[in-house]
């Protein structure tokens, strides 16, 4: 059973900052594709950027020069940090990771997990 467990959201001014983590415990798998929603009260889950096996990452408008993206392929651990943090960004933070499940004759699938969430606040 692969599970994503996060940590690292908590209560800030404006301007300030956090770093959240994620950790996947899925034993003899891969991780593909790490990314980083998050969901406002009232709103739509978004995604707020994402990193890849190769370690390319995209970031949303909103967050570019702000955020940063990054991960442990050795640990299954993906990391991001919030810098200059807004009101705006308060929201549940949630990961998301692809993890490779090998089939038979060579195939493979991805299956997507996601993390319980963690509370993300910026206020004054």
């Known amino acids: 059973q692969v599970q994503l467990v996060e940590s690292g959201g908590g209560s800030v001014q404006p301007g300030g900052s956090l770093r959240l983590s994620c950790v996947a415990s899925a034993t003899l798998l891969s991780v593909d594709a790490m990314s980083w929603y998050r969901q406002a009260p009232g709103k739509q889950r978004e995604l707020v950027d994402s990193?890849?096996?190769?370690?390319?990452?995209n970031y949303a408008d909103s967050v570019k020069g702000r955020f940063t993206i990054s991960r442990d392929t050795a640990q299954k651990t993906g990391y991001l940090q919030l810098n200059s943090l807004r009101p705006e960004d308060k929201a549940v933070y949630y990961c998301?990771?692809?993890?490779?499940?090998?089939?038979?004759?060579?195939?493979?699938?991805?299956?997507?997990?996601w993390g319980q969430g963690t509370q993300v606040t910026v206020s004054s």
């Open positions: 990193i890849t096996s190769g370690f390319r990452t």
């Open positions: 998301n990771a692809k993890i490779i499940v090998p089939l038979s004759r060579g195939h493979e699938e991805k299956n997507d997990y």
